[in-house]
């Protein structure tokens, strides 16, 4: 399995950005989709995770009522709604796939290349 993640850019505080992920090959392994991001002399931290099959959520409590995650089935797509940016939320975003709904980034087999999000003051 392939991830492709995008939508990454410049936005002011107080803005929003929406970020998407596109799996391609073949699914496995990928009950669940998730965000993490990796700020600037940070380790990776979770975002937010969402099941495959019931869309069951987890978020950050960092993000909780300004991010929503989000997936599209028929695309085999899944997104990531920011609103509300703060300059602390300045990080690369990654996409991942596995196979449990959990916080802790060891489970994720598949991971996108990472879009860069910057928030500016």
């Known amino acids: 399995v392939q991830l492709q993640a995008s939508g990454g850019g410049l936005v002011q505080a107080g803005g929003s950005l929406r970020l998407s992920c596109a799996a391609s090959?073949?699914?496995?392994?990928?009950?669940?989709l998730a965000w993490f991001r990796q700020g600037l002399g940070k380790e990776r931290e979770f975002v937010a995770t969402?099941?495959?099959?019931?869309?069951?959520?987890y978020y950050a409590d960092s993000v909780k009522g300004r991010f929503s995650i989000s997936r599209d089935t028929a695309k085999n797509t899944w997104s990531l709604q920011m609103n509300s940016l703060k300059p602390e939320d300045t990080a690369v975003y990654y996409c991942?796939?596995?196979?449990?709904?959990?916080?802790?980034?060891?489970?994720?087999?598949?991971w996108g290349q990472g879009t860069l999000v910057t928030v500016s003051s």
């Open positions: 991942a796939a596995g196979p449990d709904l959990t916080t802790d980034l060891r489970p994720y087999v598949y």
């Open positions: 090959g073949r699914n496995t392994h990928t009950s669940a």
């Open positions: 969402i099941s495959w099959r019931d869309r069951k959520t």
